[in-house]
DNA sequence: TCATTCAGCGTAT
DNA sequence: ATACGCTGAATGA
C-alpha cells in the first residue's frame, strides 16, 4: 500500500503513507494536490493532520513510524511523549537517555515524520533551537500550540 | 554581556 | 581516523 496527500496549512504538510508507516516533510512550494480515495487509516491521519492545523490538540500515537537506528528509535520514542503544549531541551532528553545534547539534534534530524512525531517541541536551553524543515517552520508550530518560545 | 573554545557522542565518509 | 551536528558549559575579554 502507498498513499500519498498533502494537508494544507500556511506550509503545506506532505504526507507517504507506505504499508502503515507515515512519512511527512513540509512543502516549501505550491502544489496542486488532487485526491484519490484514502484508506480508513490515511484518512484518519489527514484529518487529525487537519484538526493539528486547526490548534486542537490531537494525539498522534495510533500512527506507526518506520525508524532505522536503534539509537534515532529511542531519541524520537521519549519525543513522541512530549505532550502537546509542553516543550523538553536537547540536554533534558539527553540527561534522560544517558547521551549528549549533541547526538540527541542528531536524532532529531533524522525524524522520517515532523509533526507525527513532535521534534519541534524540542528546544534548546536558550533559544529555539534548530529544525530540519526549517526554524521557521518550528516556530510556527510552537506558536500553534500556544507556545512562546525566544528565537536567540 | 558577548565571542570563542571544547567536551561529548552518534553518524557518515 | 576524522569531521561534523537541531548543544551546552566553560572561559576570557
Redesign the pocket.
Known amino acids: 500500500m502507498f498513499e500519498r496527500f498533502v494537508v494544507a496549512w500556511k506550509y503545506p504538510l506532505e504526507v507517504v503513507v507506505e504499508d502503515l508507516y507515515v512519512r511527512t516533510g513540509f512543502l516549501r512550494s505550491e502544489v496542486n494536490a488532487q485526491e484519490y480515495c484514502l484508506s480508513d487509516y490515511s484518512l484518519s491521519l489527514k484529518e487529525d493532520l487537519e484538526r493539528y492545523f486547526s490548534g486542537e490538540k490531537v494525539d498522534f500515537s495510533k500512527y506507526r513510524v518506520k525508524i532505522k537506528?536503534?539509537?534515532?528509535r529511542k531519541v524520537l520514542n521519549r519525543v513522541r511523549k512530549i505532550g502537546y503544549g509542553e516543550t523538553l531541551?536537547?540536554?533534558d532528553i539527553a540527561k534522560e537517555l544517558r547521551?549528549?545534547?549533541?547526538?540527541v539534534?542528531?536524532?532529531?534530524?533524522a525524524?522520517p515524520a515532523p509533526v507525527v512525531i513532535p521534534?519541534h517541541r524540542?528546544v534548546?536551553?536558550n533559544g529555539i533551537?534548530?529544525?530540519?524543515q526549517g526554524v521557521d517552520i518550528k516556530l510556527e508550530l510552537l506558536k500553534l500550540e500556544k507556545l512562546n518560545v525566544t528565537l536567540k
Open positions: 537506528s536503534e539509537f534515532v531541551t536537547y540536554g547521551t549528549s545534547p549533541r547526538a539534534g542528531q536524532a532529531l534530524k525524524n521534534c524540542v534548546s536551553k533551537g534548530g529544525y530540519s
